[in-house]
């Protein structure tokens, strides 16, 4: 296998699909590792039915089971593992206090956005490191700079990606493996819709407090994403870039 690999969790739909298309784009092999089983195996067999080569397997993030089996496919059907993009998460619906959160939801939110990056990384780093050297690049959010209230738990995850991702790339980076994070800021995707019709008029607040006027598109991060996977952020390690119009410098 010459073209290289890139592995991208939560790759069915939003930013994780528009960073699929990115690399697939750029001639990588891409594979989608993505509960939804089936949205990702339709988009893999259109996307190759265009001219581009890509895969999917189902993974489950919360369980370090599923991510093993998932690399253990990407390494069996390509041989090698270049890049990876940790996306897959969710977002804390409907607001809530910290006071008011079941135990459920906690371990929820807890287990898919910031364990399964643990997990993820756990296994990706050791067969990036047998193809020679890579990138990985971990979704946090703008959450993870700044607090929101009624989103405590999702906060502490996205803060905890931040702070995971400037250690491993402290052990890693003298062994050829860059690791970096982004932070993307209110994005048009489907779980962002789904934010936007639970609160009437925040879309409007929105527009009307980022510097740019407008909410971003999930292109626009996955633009950023395939920069920090790129040589060309050859430079950059532990770094979060975040990509947000401008509300957290505010």
């Known amino acids: 296998m010459n073209k290289k690999v890139a592995l991208v969790t939560g790759g069915s739909q939003g930013i994780g699909l528009a960073t699929v298309k990115k690399f697939a784009e750029k001639g990588y092999v891409v594979v989608i590792g993505d509960v939804k089983k089936e949205q990702a195996q339709k988009i893999a067999e259109h996307l190759t039915s265009i001219g581009n080569t890509v895969d999917s397997i189902f993974c489950d993030v919360s369980k370090e089971t599923s991510i093993k089996e998932m690399i253990d496919y990407v390494i069996k059907t390509y ?40 997990a993820c990384m756990k296994h990706e780093i050791p067969v990036i490191l047998q193809s020679g050297a890579g990138a990985i690049v971990n979704v946090s959010s703008i959450g993870g700079v700044v607090g929101t209230a009624g989103e405590s738990v999702y906060t502490a995850t996205k ?15 003298r062994r050829g493996v860059r690791i970096n994070a982004v932070c993307p800021g209110a994005i048009y995707t489907p779980m962002g819709d789904t934010l936007l019709k639970s609160a009437p008029g925040l879309e409007e607040t929105l527009e009307a407090t980022i510097p740019l006027g407008r909410l971003g598109e999930a292109k626009e991060i996955a633009e950023a994403i395939y920069w920090l996977a790129s040589p060309k952020s050859s430079y950059v390690v532990g770094h979060s870039l975040v990509v947000d119009g401008g509300i957290t410098i505010q």
Not at 160 to 171: D, H, R
Request: aromatic share 6%.
């Open 79 to 118: 041989g090698r593992l270049d890049i990876a993009v940790n996306n897959a998460g969710i977002h804390q619906t409907p607001h809530i206090n910290i006071t008011d959160m079941p135990e459920s939801q906690y371990d929820s939110i807890t287990g898919i956005n910031l364990k399964g990056v643990w």
């Open 159 to 173: 803060h905890g990606i931040i702070g995971m991702t400037k250690a491993s790339a402290l052990e890693y980076a």
